[in-house]
């Protein structure tokens, strides 16, 4: 079987596949952004997707339904994920959004 996942801003969307890329089932987690106050910063808690992940895993009953062969992951992106040790998220995602280094990135282009 292959494990496929989608972390999108709102829905981590995961399925099952056999080998054949006959899709065995489908499910759906809701994902949300963080909280922020200010207008350029989109951020979210990547403990947010791990549990949505799992939550996603449960809902296609993985562990009652043998291995997998494989696992593909895509996601919004690029989104940078700050990871210390154990790979656990050490703040929250930047995201594709996030819009703080407007003004760096007018200035580089100008150069």
Same mark, same amino acid.
């Given at each position: 079987?292959?494990?496929?996942? #989608?972390?999108?801003?709102?829905?981590?969307?995961? /399925? !099952? @596949?056999?080998?054949?890329?006959? *899709?065995?089932? $489908?499910?759906?987690?809701?994902?949300?952004?963080?909280?922020?106050?200010?207008?350029?910063?989109?951020?979210? #808690?990547?403990?947010?997707?791990?549990?949505?992940? /799992? !939550? @996603?895993?449960?809902?296609?009953? *993985?562990?009652? $339904?043998?291995?997998?062969?494989?696992?593909?992951?895509?996601?919004?992106?690029?989104?940078?994920?700050?990871?210390?040790?154990?790979v656990r998220?050490?703040?929250?995602?930047?995201?594709?959004?996030?819009?703080?280094?407007?003004?760096?990135a007018r200035?580089?282009?100008e150069l």
């Amino acid at each position: 079987m292959i494990l496929t996942c #989608d972390v999108g801003s709102t829905v981590l969307k995961a /399925g !099952l @596949a056999d080998l054949d890329g006959a *899709l065995l089932a $489908r499910a759906e987690a809701p994902v949300h952004l963080a909280d922020r106050a200010h207008p350029l910063h989109h951020e979210a #808690d990547a403990n947010n997707w791990i549990s949505a992940l /799992g !939550l @996603a895993i449960a809902q296609l009953e *993985l562990p009652q $339904r043998g291995s997998l062969a494989a696992v593909v992951v895509s996601g919004n992106g690029p989104t940078l994920v700050p990871v210390g040790e154990g790979v656990r998220p050490l703040d929250f995602a930047m995201t594709w959004m996030d819009r703080r280094g407007a003004e760096e990135a007018r200035q580089i282009a100008e150069l």
